[in-house]
């Protein structure tokens, strides 16, 4: 049971637009009560054209922090006193942290979990990235965290389908310009390649560092092919996302290959269409829910300031996630397992997540 508001609430919270199904409340409120923390999580919708304002009056009002989702996590970086490396290349901030000099100044600075979150969940499902061959379905927002992710963990040949092609192009000259910039690997190639199966087995040559990235129209064909030969298929497009739960980026009838990892970082249904597909055919499915719930423990884990245990706060958020999943949508196949499921109460009864002792100290 979570504290009663009082004068010493610590708050945070996120800010998007629309920001009314956010999974997130729950599931740090479930963490903060499991922590014993005095702190609240909230909602906030703020409108596209005040982020700037929104952002400057929260850490005037003495939040703590806050996550930043759709549409602003691009927008919110003008009102930043300063940015991380990974925040930076990726254009993209999605938390907040809000501290006070000596002097009493507020100073603002802006993250981004999303990378460590789905890199994190990545191995902690016993995927290493490192030497890997990876199709990144999307090119979008996500995609990019994941791409950033995937080059900086050492996978040694990624190819992005998108749709709109030339938003792939795009984020691969981004990201690999970036790292370039930053000491770090990746190239280009062409987007052109009438062979498609050979952008995924490259020349000797390719296969040590650095790595090579190339971009394809995403069809039916291009992605069974490339799928062949890849070690890890990931879904950052929106298909298959509730309500459109039917929808799924695997052509319908072609086997998924036994010995490819599915990834999918859309999470409600948390059993995608896609998913499923991948586990039929016997291949490896990881769900979205747990980069959700780690980028979340990585957000909580730098406001708090404790060495929280990222390891057991992730799994407590994602069983409140997955709980919440269960029950918002009626049409969701996973409600078929929900005897798997134990209520929200007994999952977060806070006895996995141990607050450690050891504080570190308040930054300045
Ligand atoms: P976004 O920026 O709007 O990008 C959407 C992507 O989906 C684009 O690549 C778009 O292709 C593609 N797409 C949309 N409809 C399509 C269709 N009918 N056929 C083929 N491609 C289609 O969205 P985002 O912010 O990247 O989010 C993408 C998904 O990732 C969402 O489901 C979101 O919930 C999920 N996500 C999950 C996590 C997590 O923690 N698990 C974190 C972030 C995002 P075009 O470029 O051609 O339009």
Known sequence: MGFAINGQTQLIGVIGWPIEHSLSPAMHNAALDALGLNWRYVAMPVRPDEVVTAVRGLAALGFRGCNVTVPHKPAVIPALDSVSPEAEALGAVNTLVFTRDGEGAAHIAGHNTDVAGFIGDLRANGFEPEGRRIVVVGA????????????????????????????????????????????????????????????????????????????????????????????????????????????????????????????????NPPETRLLRLARQSGARAIDGLGMLARQGALALDLWTEQALNVEAVTALMRREAVSLSIVRDPSNPMLRSRSQYQSVAALCDGSAVPASPRRRPRRK
């Open 140 to 267: 979008g927002g996500a995609a990019r965290g994941v791409v950033y992710g995937l080059l900086r963990a050492g996978a040694v040949h990624i190819v992005v389908l998108n749709r709109t092609v030339e938003r792939a192009r795009q984020l691969v000259e981004d990201l690999t310009q970036n790292d370039r910039k930053q000491e770090a690997r990746g190239k280009i190639e062409g987007a052109d390649n009438e062979n498609p199966a050979s952008c995924i087995a490259p020349p000797a040559s390719c296969i040590a560092p650095p790595a090579s990235c190339i971009v394809h129209p995403l069809t039916d064909e291009t992605l069974v092919e490339l799928a062949r030969g890849a070690d890890l298929l990931v879904n950052t497009t929106t298909v298959g996302m509730w309500p459109k739960v039917e929808g799924c980026v695997w052509p319908e009838g072609a086997p998924v290959p036994a010995d490819l990892t599915v990834y999918d970082l859309v999470y």
